[in-house]
């Protein structure tokens, strides 16, 4: 019953901007933490950005000072605005969630379907 699911993506030009939205449903009791996630063609999944439970944010070297994870005011869920965007951001991205469907059970993964995000001329 979990849910993530993404969108946003698209082709956009290098220099350019997306902001891509993730929404959660289900039944949530706790979670710890929302995050995006990509992986590139021939590349591990590697993290963007995170948003963990202990509050702040975090963000990868590549990204830093490019990109910004919020927190959706209207829903439970997370966006990445991406500025500056380059080929080299070139991926699918993921939204993830750490959380627990009752008070007390143990922590788990959860995991959208993905948005493909492609810069080039």
């Known amino acids: 019953q979990v849910q993530l699911v993404e969108s946003g993506g698209g082709l956009v030009q290098p220099g350019g901007s997306l902001r891509l939205s993730c929404e959660a449903s289900?039944?949530?009791?706790?979670?710890?933490?929302m995050g995006w996630y990509r992986q590139a063609l021939g590349k591990q999944r590697a993290l963007v950005a995170s948003?963990?439970?202990?509050?702040?944010?975090h963000y990868a070297d590549s990204v830093k000072g490019r990109f910004t994870i919020s927190k959706d005011s209207a829903k439970v869920g997370v966006y990445l605005q991406m500025n500056n965007l380059t080929p080299e951001d070139t991926a699918v991205y993921y939204c993830?969630?750490?959380?627990?469907?009752?008070?007390?059970?143990?922590?788990?993964?959860?995991w959208g379907q993905g948005t493909q995000v492609t810069v080039s001329e």
């Open positions: 993830s969630a750490e959380g627990a469907t009752k008070f007390g059970a143990p922590r788990e993964d959860y």
């Open positions: 289900g039944s949530f009791a706790a979670l710890y933490g």
């Open positions: 948003m963990p439970n202990s509050g702040g944010t």
